[in-house]
């Protein structure tokens, strides 16, 4: 399934939205300039490798801790692959302009890059010896997602859906489509438990996705998304 655009039109020019979108771009286009070892490089210095944010806990460096701690900022504008940056700035154009509207913009990056972090240690919980990084925008709009959902339950997302050989379009509340796509992380995450050397499933971070949704919920209420003015 694949969200075209939702019911609620915003109020305001999400300038914060499209400079994520822009950054990430931006960064993408800087890793296609990479030779594949200086690639590999790239994400293991600014990507969250769960091995290496273990070990700096473990010497109490106070250097080596800030330093991998600083990744879970870095490594939420690294992506892996075209499908990879297309399909998140999808959902963040989609999903992050309304939220950014509640919120209003200085609310909304902390926001966002507070989810990102939250989603980022929630896979780290369950693969603290990977030594493979983790890198996406992902969690970030994972929360962006979960604020949506609580916020905007009965908005219509027009989606997508292929039928054998054809197409069409559906309109769906938010609270099933999210609902749907959060217990399939959980459902995955779930599924993963057995792994002990990956980070993921098949390159996804699964865990990272259903942390920083169920973050977002939360934080976008303790952010003030409900207050009568964001009504």
């Known amino acids: 399934m694949v969200p075209l655009h939702d019911d609620n039109p915003t109020e305001i020019t999400p300038y914060i939205t499209y400079v994520l979108i822009v950054l990430n771009i931006i960064i ?33 460096n106070p250097a080596a ?6 990744t879970l900022i870095t490594s939420q504008f690294l992506h892996g692959g075209f499908l990879h940056l297309g399909g998140n700035m999808l959902f963040l154009w989609i999903f992050g302009n309304n939220i950014e509207e509640k919120l209003g913009r200085l609310k909304y990056i902390i926001f966002y890059l507070s989810c990102g972090i939250f989603a980022a ?32 339950p009965r908005a219509k997302i027009l989606t ?50 259903a942390g920083g949704f169920a973050f977002g919920a939360i934080l976008s209420w303790l952010m003030g998304l409900f207050n009568p003015e964001n009504r």
């Open 121 to 152: 240690l929630a896979q780290y919980i369950f693969s603290i010896n990977s030594t493979v990084p983790t890198l996406g925008a992902s969690g970030a709009i994972a929360g962006i997602m979960g604020a949506y959902i609580i916020r905007f």
């Open 160 to 209: 997508l859906i292929p039928l054998g050989f054809f197409l069409t379009t559906f309109r769906i509340p938010a609270v099933f489509f999210l609902g749907f796509w959060f217990a399939q992380q959980a459902l995955y995450g779930v599924a993963s438990l057995d792994t002990t050397t990956r980070v993921d499933m098949g390159g996804i971070a699964y865990w990272a996705h």
């Open 65 to 70: 801790i800030f330093g991998q701690f600083m």
């Open 28 to 60: 993408f286009v800087y890793e296609l300039s990479l030779p594949a070892p200086e690639l590999r490089a790239f994400f293991s210095t600014y990507g969250v490798v769960p091995r290496e944010l273990t070990l700096s806990l473990q010497s109490g």
